[in-house]
């Protein structure tokens, strides 16, 4: 079966800096990645999906990379604001199994 | 869009008790998720279901535990008994009929705590 997993359980970065969050996944019939952001108390919230036919996604300050050669997406978080502190999540997925989630990385913004 | 709802929020009970967990999904998305959050092993699936039919419960832990889904509007998930190994955070999630089929729409989570 598929398993995900983060390279870094917490990671923390200066307020204005950029931060990369990466992850690794193991099953390479996975099609579908996601990141999620978890803030204290709340349930998961979607932030960017990526498919295996591509590999570069942007959204606002945000960007999601993805090398299927080596099973691997990261997620950039450019000028980390305080409000980006949270548990973020990826998740790998494909067909009726639904989605793997990774156990996660906790993103602490310094002042 | 009021997005999915849980309730309670928050749970305490003893070991032994019944406790059930409810969900309503967002409507019109037809499939429904139940997925529990604990720091040593992270969000697990334990069940969903397509159209209100479960298709994959692999993820139950054990018999003491039941999902249901008797319409498109409503899902609960059953412990009985409880012991303290169940406590854990449990969400809720749907997905759209239409769009990314995988893109999964989360709860705010119950919070459960068996002593």
């Known amino acids: 079966g598929e398993s995900v997993g983060l390279h870094l359980p917490t990671l923390s970065v200066q307020e204005g800096d950029n931060s990369i969050i990466n992850c690794a996944y193991s099953?390479?019939?996975?099609?579908?990645f996601i990141w999620y952001k978890q803030e204290s108390g709340k349930g998961p919230q979607f932030i960017i999906d990526?498919?295996?036919?591509?590999d570069k996604r942007q959204g606002q300050r945000v960007t999601v990379l993805l090398n299927k050669t080596v099973k691997h997406l990261s997620l950039q978080i450019a000028a980390t604001q305080p409000g980006d502190s949270a548990v973020y999540f990826c998740?790998?997925?494909?067909?009726?199994?639904?989605?793997?989630f990774g156990k996660g990385t906790h993103l602490i913004i310094q002042p | 869009d009021a997005g999915v709802i849980q309730s309670p929020r928050h749970e305490v009970t003893e070991m032994g008790q019944e406790v059930t967990l409810r969900c309503k999904p967002i409507s019109g998305h037809n499939s429904l998720f139940w997925y529990r959050q604990t720091m040593m092993r992270g969000l697990e699936l334990l069940i969903y279901f397509n159209n209100n039919v479960p298709i994959d419960d692999s993820g139950m832990p054990e018999d003491r535990f039941s999902a249901k889904m008797p319409n498109a509007s409503f899902s609960t998930l059953k412990i009985q008994p409880s012991e303290p190994r169940d406590s854990a955070v449990y969400f809720c999630?749907?997905?759209?009929?239409?769009?990314?089929?995988?893109?999964?729409?989360f709860g705010p989570g119950t919070r459960l705590l068996v002593l």
């Open positions: 990526i498919r295996s036919n591509m």
């Open positions: 999630a749907s997905r759209p009929a239409s769009g990314s089929r995988e893109t999964q729409y």
């Open positions: 998740a790998a997925g494909g067909g009726a199994d639904g989605l793997t």
């Open positions: 099953n390479s019939a996975s099609d579908y």
